[in-house]
């Protein structure tokens, strides 16, 4: 048997101008303003992102919580910056991404480092 698939498009949804103006720019803070239930409800990720209705992801509460687990450990214990050239100039990152089912960034150069040697060790383990 055959079952038909039907994909949310995700991509049109986050650029919906109506939602989000100047959708393709890069506006965290676009979150942060105040505006009415129903369009808050429809600008948050969350009402999406996992998929829709009967079909979400059963795992979507502890995906939200292992990210927020994993990025608050690594903000805590990580300095993270541009990188920089043999001479210290900060090489800015070339924003491209792959053309595929999932959006992923091409690789780019970063600079990641411990923030002390306790945060060394506590990551080591």
């Known amino acids: ?4 698939q039907i994909f949310g498009n995700i991509w ?3 650029r919906d101008e109506k939602l989000y103006p100047n959708a393709h720019a890069f506006v965290p803070e676009r ?5 009415d239930d129903v369009t808050k409800k429809k600008m948050d990720p969350k009402s999406y992102v ?5 079909r979400r992801c059963p795992g979507a509460n502890l995906t939200d919580s292992s990210l927020w687990y994993l990025m608050v450990c690594m ?5 993270i910056s541009k990188a920089t050239d ?12 792959n053309n595929s ?15 002390s040697e306790q945060a060394l060790k506590v990551i080591s383990h």
């Not at 903000?75 to 300095?79: G, I, V, Y």
């Not at 043999?86 to 991404?97: H, L, M, Q, S, T």
């Not at 089912?101 to 923030?115: K, N």
């Open 75 to 79: 903000m805590a214990t990580l300095d």
């Open 86 to 97: 043999d001479f210290g100039n900060v090489i800015e990152p070339k924003v491209d991404f």
């Open 12 to 14: 049109a949804i986050v």
């Open 31 to 35: 979150f942060l303003e105040e505006t």
């Open 50 to 54: 996992f998929g829709f209705g009967r």
């Open 101 to 115: 089912v999932f959006r992923i960034p091409d690789p780019f150069q970063v600079d990641i480092r411990p923030r």
């Open 1 to 4: 048997m055959v079952a038909p």
